[in-house]
């Protein structure tokens, strides 16, 4: 109950400083702010750092938390190893049916940065590979899952 309101209490503080901030945008003349860089670095830019800081703070807040999840729970360790370890040899198979054939603009030359044998268009072949794979494979899972649900009721 108490880590509750501690929380509440960051949340209230996190709103109101974004309210403040974006509160403060409002109070400018729109046509001073688009030309005026002074205005631009006085008003926008303290929210733009502000909210860079809560997106990064975010992150590492959900990378530690998992971690420590991981960490305590070993039984969810093997299976998140497990995991990773299915979708990297999907990936190592979407890297060996991926090509780095030159790529063709629609007027038949060959693209900037698209040269044959780049690794660029490999990996970006690589990922289309990929996620054409897992979309396979969500797509299975979800007709299993339909049928199964046919079957029951």
Do not use: C
């Amino acid at each position: 109950m108490k880590s509750n309101k501690i929380l509440s209490i960051i949340i209230a503080v996190v709103a109101l400083v974004g309210a403040f901030l974006f509160i403060r945008i409002f109070m400018e003349d729109a046509e001073a702010i688009e030309t005026n860089v002074d205005l631009q670095n006085k008003v926008i830019s303290p929210i733009i750092y502000y909210s860079t800081f809560l997106l990064i703070a975010t992150v590492v807040i959900t990378l530690v938390l998992s971690l420590w999840s991981l960490v305590r729970n070993p039984e969810n360790l093997k299976k998140t190893l497990m995991g990773l370890g299915v979708l990297a040899v999907l990936l190592i198979v979407s890297y060996f049916l991926s090509d780095s054939e030159a790529v063709i603009n629609a007027a038949g030359g060959i693209s900037e940065g698209g040269e044959a044998g780049s690794s660029v268009n490999k990996w970006v072949g690589t990922g289309i590979w990929y996620s054409l794979i897992l979309g396979a494979v969500a797509s299975l899972f979800f007709v299993y899952d339909l049928v199964k649900g046919l079957i029951k009721s």
